[in-house]
Structures are given as structure tokens and as C-alpha cells.
């Protein structure tokens, strides 16, 4: 594999692009996709960031105290006590009435006004506990804080060159009984002149971690065997290679099932070297671990690796 890529920019983009989607943001571009928004409304919220997930509710609060507002204007005689009769007027009124709050000045003042106020206190009652549900799945959600380092690297080990890639837990805690799993994803094409997208695994030399707390350094051996034996980096860029890594494990604070995955391109990927020591012990023994290094690699010809897998 060599170090060099004579791609132009727009490959590169499109590669970063591709990375993107598989990082967990749009997996696809659909086209024809039957729509069900409100069988998926439930995933969809909860998929939203925070940011945006505020954004709907207070938009669809807003909404819905902007039509019973519009309501009680249909009869001014529906809230007794009002000054002005204004919509502003009548939106505060509705937004009072859907918490059922009731200052007390004002009231419903006819039968429209009481028929308006008893339907808008239903639709209180049924959406607001379904929006704090929402709230309290989205926030109570399971997620692993692992980091990954930016890039992969390819250096001897044990006599063999061997593809490294470094993680660890930001939490301090543990994520019990950790599985790791690392997958090549390249598109090639069949006798038959077919073009598939392949997912092809590339064992590690460990696999699993029955404590992960601090650092793990993920190590695939590039034998003969191996897919990536041989290969040169424009080649893989040519089949729009990725590899994929994937760990999962039980929260051990929350019990939960966390997970967590990264992609890396070929252009992640620094050939003969090795990732900085970031793990050392303090004056009685604790383990240390410095991540302002935890992305760095180091030349061969200038240290050789001491992080073991």
C-alpha cells in the first residue's frame, strides 16, 4: 500500500461525503420511498438533535395555542373578561387554559367559549404527558462516549504489519463485556459485470474487552490472508473503500447496551507510523491517560510502538 493518492478534490469530497452518511448522518438519498410521518413520528423526534427537537415542540405548542386562539375569536362573548378582544388577547388566554392554570380573570363567558375551553383542556391532558414522555425517552437514551482516534495507522507488529486503530472511554466508568468489530466495505464488480457493495471483516487480534475503562488499540494483522494485503491506497480509493469499526458493550453504571462506530477512507490511514504514548502512571500507581496526544502518530524512525493491544 503506498502513501499517495492523485484523486482531485471532487473524489475527495465525494468520499468524505460517503463517510459522513455512514458516521450516522443520511445513510442514502431516497427517491420513491413511501412516506408514513406519523407511524415514524416517534422514531423521528427521538433521531432529531436536541436543538431541533426543541425547535418541533415549541413550534407545534405554538401552533396549536395560535388555533384554539383563532377559535375563541369566532365569538367575542367566549372569554368573559377580556379587554381588548384582540388575538395576542386570546393566545395568552389559550396558553393558560392548555396548562390549566386560571388566574382567575378571565373565564369562559358562553357556551362557545366553554365547548372551545373543555376541548382544548382535553387536548392539554393527552399531548402534554405524550410530549414529556418524548422528553424523558430522548434524554434517557443509551450512548457510548468513546473516542476514536482521527486516523488509522499501519506499522509492524510482532513481525507482521498490522492496521491500528486507537479508542477509549471518555466516561469514567466501564463498558462491560466490549466486542469489537472491524469490516472493510469496497465495491467490486462480478464476473457477470454486476457491481456490488462488499462488507468483508477483518479479524482482529482481540476481539473483545471484558472491562474497557481507559484505551483500547484495535490491531488487524495485515498477513497474507488478510483483504488489505497488497493492497495500494489508489486502489482502495478506486473501489470507494471504508473501513468501519463498530464496539459494543453493557453500560456498567446504566446496565444499558451502548454502542459505538467510526468510519476511516484511505486518507485516514499513516503508513509506518505509530500512535503517541498517552498512557502512564501517577506517583501511586494510578493509571494516566493523556488525551491531548490521543491523536497523534510518531514516524517510525522516531519511536516504536509501546501501546500494547
Not at 393558560?96 to 373543555?118: D, F, N, R
Not at 498490522?162 to 472511554?169: F, P, S
Request: no cysteine.
Amino acid at each position: 500500500m503506498d502513501q499517495t493518492s492523485s484523486k482531485p478534490r471532487a473524489v475527495q469530497r465525494r468520499r468524505r461525503r460517503a463517510k459522513h452518511r455512514l458516521q450516522g448522518a443520511v445513510l442514502a438519498i431516497r427517491v420513491g420511498q413511501p412516506t408514513r410521518p406519523w407511524r415514524d413520528l416517534y422514531h423521528f423526534l427521538l433521531t432529531l438533535p436536541w436543538s431541533g427537537f426543541f425547535a418541533v415542540l415549541i413550534g407545534f405548542y405554538v401552533f396549536a395555542n395560535a388555533v384554539f386562539a383563532s377559535l375563541y375569536l369566532l365569538d367575542k362573548a367566549a372569554i368573559a373578561g377580556a379587554e381588548t378582544h384582540t388575538w395576542l388577547e386570546a393566545f395568552f388566554f389559550s396558553v393558560e387554559t392548555m396548562a390549566t392554570v386560571g388566574y382567575g380573570v378571565q373565564h369562559p363567558g358562553s357556551l362557545y367559549g366553554h365547548i372551545v375551553t373543555t376541548t382544548e383542556i382535553v387536548f392539554g391532558v393527552m399531548v402534554m404527558p405524550l410530549v414529556t414522555g418524548l422528553v424523558i425517552a430522548k434524554f434517557s437514551l443509551p450512548r457510548a462516549s468513546i473516542l476514536f482516534s482521527r486516523n488509522a495507522v499501519i506499522a509492524p507488529f510482532e513481525g507482521t504489519p498490522t492496521l491500528m486503530i486507537r479508542a477509549a472511554n471518555l466516561r469514567q466508568n466501564q463498558i462491560i463485556e466490549t466486542r469489537a468489530r472491524m469490516t472493510l466495505l469496497r465495491t467490486q464488480r462480478s464476473p457477470e459485470g454486476i457491481e456490488l457493495r462488499r462488507l468483508i471483516d477483518l479479524p482482529l487480534l482481540r476481539e473483545s474487552n471484558p472491562a474497557f475503562a481507559l484505551g483500547w488499540t484495535l490491531m488487524h494483522p495485515l498477513s497474507p490472508h488478510s483483504p488489505l494485503a497488497g493492497m495500494q491506497t489508489t486502489e482502495l480509493e478506486a473501489e470507494g473503500a471504508m473501513i468501519m469499526v463498530v464496539l459494543t458493550g453493557i453500560d456498567g453504571t446504566t446496565g444499558a447496551t451502548v454502542y459505538a462506530r467510526h468510519v476511516y477512507t484511505p486518507a485516514d490511514i499513516r503508513f509506518d507510523h505509530v500512535f503517541a504514548d498517552v498512557l502512564s502512571r501517577a506517583e501511586d500507581g494510578t493509571p494516566r491517560i493523556d488525551y491531548r496526544r490521543f491523536h497523534d502518530t510518531i514516524p517510525i524512525a522516531l519511536s516504536f510502538p509501546r501501546n500494547g493491544a
